[in-house]
Nanobody, 120 residues
């Protein structure tokens, strides 16, 4: 069993910053990729940023230059540093992991989500 637990959401004014954390725990053999998605009310869930096992990253165009994804391999934790936040960034942010368990089964896991609210 693998679990992803997010933390760090909250409310901030436009122009402010937040850092999200996602801890992966359980029967982990390897983490192939981890990333962040978000879903605003009435909209589809979208990829915000992802980091792959080799260290490469990808970002949504809307967050490039403002958000940074990073990881601490020793802690099985991925972070999303969000700067220059805009009201359009308001959403529930979900951590996502492509993880191989100790049983050698690979699956995609999701966290429970954390709310980010940016006021103008």
């Amino acid at each position: 069993q693998v679990q992803l637990v997010e933390s760090g959401g909250g409310s901030v004014q436009a122009g402010g910053s937040l850092r999200l954390s996602c801890l992966a725990s359980g029967s982990i053999f390897s983490i192939n990729a981890m990333g962040w998605y978000r879903q605003a009310p009435g909209k589809q869930r979208e990829l915000v940023a992802a980091m792959f096992s080799g260290g490469s990253t990808t970002y949504a165009d809307s967050v490039k230059g403002r958000f940074t994804i990073s990881r601490d391999n020793a802690k099985n934790t991925v972070y999303l540093q969000m700067n220059s936040l805009e009201p359009e960034d308001t959403a529930v942010y979900y951590c996502n992991g492509d993880i191989t368990s100790t049983g050698r089964a690979t699956a995609v896991y999701w966290g429970q989500g954390t709310q980010v609210t940016v006021s103008s």
